[in-house]
Nanobody
Framework: QVQLVESGGGSVQPGGSLKLSCVAS????????VSWFRQTPGKEREGVSC????????AYEDSVKGRFSISRDTAKNTVYLQMDNLKSEDTATYYC????????????????????WGQGTQVTVSS
């Protein structure tokens, strides 16, 4: 069964950190570009970060550059999003998605480029 399962969300104070995990099953995630999106109620889902197949490219949304870092553990078929110095505006449901495109920078924002999606994990940043 093909699926992506996110975990690692939670509630933190501003300035805190969280590490999200996206575990893939039923396919080899290393062959795909894997991205993290986030969505808040009433807003469109937006691309946050992308890691290209074979780790040959990365991309970050401007507001998270220098604070978020995307990485992959091929042996575990897992992609991570390390989120540091979290801000209240990072509060959202975070989703991972996998698609067959490259490089990240040109294509990751378009949700139509993804074949698989996870169910999401909630991140709340509040004092």
């Amino acid at each position: 069964q093909v699926q992506l399962v996110e975990s690692g969300g939670g509630s933190v104070q501003p300035g805190g950190s969280l590490k999200l995990s996206c575990v893939a099953s039923g396919f080899v995630a290393d062959y795909y570009s894997v991205s993290w999106f986030r969505q808040t109620p009433g807003k469109e889902r937006e691309g946050v970060s992308c890691l290209g197949s074979g780790d040959l490219s990365t991309a970050y949304e401007d507001s998270v550059k220098g604070r978020f870092s995307i990485s992959r553990d091929t042996a575990k078929n897992t992609v991570y999003l390390q989120m540091d110095n979290l801000k209240s505006e990072d509060t959202a449901t975070y989703y991972c998605a996998a698609g067959l495109f490259t490089p990240c920078g040109l294509y990751y924002r378009d949700r139509n480029n993804y074949k698989f999606w996870g169910q999401g994990t909630q991140v709340t940043v509040s004092s």
